[in-house]
C-alpha cells in the first residue's frame, strides 16, 4: 500500500526556519518524483519542488530560491523541504506527492499524496 506521511509541520515565528519530512512506504521510491506542493486557504495548490530519486535531478521554483530546498535524506529515507526565513504567506497545508517517472510541476501529474501537515507562520 503506497504512503507518503509529511511530518514537521509547525507554528513557527516570522522569519523562522522549519524542516518537512516526507516519508514513502509501500513502493520501490527510487524510480518515482517526490514532490513538495502547498496549499493556502482559497488558493490552488502550488509546486515547490521535485526530485527524481532515479537520478536525483531537482527540480525548484525559482521565487523560492534561497528560502526553500529540497533534498533526500537518505539516512532516514526522507525527501525533506527545509523554508528559512519564514513569511507570513508560507502559511499553508504542505503536502508530498510522488509519481512513477519524472517530475512535473503540474499537481494533476501526481497520483500519490500524503495528508499534508500544516505551517503556520505568526509574527
Known amino acids: 500500500q503506497v504512503q507518503l506521511v509529511e511530518s514537521g509541520g509547525d507554528l513557527v515565528q516570522l522569519g523562522g526556519s522549519l524542516r518537512l519530512s516526507c516519508a514513502p512506504s509501500?513502493?520501490?521510491?527510487?524510480?518515482?518524483?517526490i514532490a513538495w506542493f502547498r496549499q493556502a486557504p482559497g488558493k490552488e495548490r502550488e509546486g515547490l519542488g521535485c526530485?527524481?530519486?532515479?537520478?536525483?535531478?531537482?527540480i525548484q521554483r525559482g521565487s523560492m530560491a534561497g528560502r526553500f530546498a529540497i533534498s533526500r535524506n537518505r539516512a532516514k529515507d526522507t525527501v525533506d523541504l527545509l523554508m528559512t526565513n519564514l513569511e507570513r504567506e508560507d502559511t499553508a497545508v504542505y503536502y508530498c506527492?510522488?509519481?512513477?517517472?519524472?517530475?512535473?510541476?503540474?499537481?494533476?501529474?501526481?497520483?500519490?499524496w500524503g495528508q499534508g501537515t500544516q505551517v503556520t507562520v505568526s509574527s
Open positions: 509501500g513502493f520501490n521510491s527510487d524510480f518515482y518524483g
Open positions: 526530485i527524481s530519486m532515479r537520478d536525483g535531478s531537482l
Open positions: 506527492a510522488a509519481e512513477s517517472g519524472s517530475c512535473s510541476w503540474s499537481a494533476s501529474d501526481f497520483t500519490f
